[in-house]
């Protein structure tokens, strides 16, 4: 199923204060997205870079710090109390990040970049080959895409479940979509577990990051009751509850140009 992105919008607005402690595997994914671009493109020195999906911060900060000779960073989000986070979280950053709030699909982007990031976001739109053609066009010629985004193993539990979930491409799936328009550089997948004492830890842990747009809306007292037995007696071990995260990772040049 597609996503309501209303709802995603209000989950996330209402996460944002706890979205930072929470996310732990959406930082490291944030970081090995970054590894995996430097490894591709040692002493890369992107002068205009856009990211989507900034959430509170977390990879606009790394991308600032990685990259010294920036001439300007966007950051995009479909909420727009991130600006304030940004603000707050660039006070005192050698570089401010503008900030664009709205849906990717739907945004007009200024320009063309040298560089696109975007981490832990790409699974929540609706039009990805869409998307994809879009933001070849506003690369600049040897302009790079990185992406990191999630596949069909991502809360397998929840979805095992309920059978709600996001329609989550294969490696190779995204692979065949993105050469369409890029070449490609690097792509990568893992496995991230995470481990709650019980199944009502899990679910704070999906509100406190947002992603509980995906769980069933207007559960009953007696409905929570059966889930969480349930996900205890096919998920639960001596380390927990079990939750998945199916990381995807990709690294691409625009189609045709030469490295920057």
Known sequence: ????????KQRFAQALASYEAAAQVQAVVADTLLDELAT????????????????????T???VARYPRLVEL?????????????NTRSANW????GFL??????????????LILSSSTLQWVHDLPALAAKLADHLEP?????????????????RTLTGRGLPYLSLAELRALMARHFQILATREDREPLYFANPLDLLRHLRNTGVNALTPPGWTRGKLARFCAEYQSN????????????PLYLVARKAGQETL
């Open 1 to 8: 199923m597609n996503a309501d992105k209303s709802r995603i």
């Open 235 to 246: 998920f639960g071990s001596a380390k927990g509850v079990r939750l998945t995260y199916h």
């Open 74 to 86: 966007l950051a995009c989000d479909l909420v727009e109390d991130c600006a304030a986070c940004l």
């Open 142 to 158: 040897g302009g790079l895409l990185a992406v990191s985004l999630y596949g069909p193993d991502n809360f397998l539990e929840i």
């Open 101 to 114: 709030a709205g849906d990717i699909e739907e945004l007009a982007l200024p320009g063309c970049f040298d």
């Open 40 to 59: 591709c493109q040692p002493g890369l020195a992107p002068g205009r870079v856009l990211e989507i999906g900034c959430a509170s911060g977390v990879l």
């Open 61 to 63: 900060e790394k991308i």
């Open 94 to 97: 050698p570089l401010k990040p």
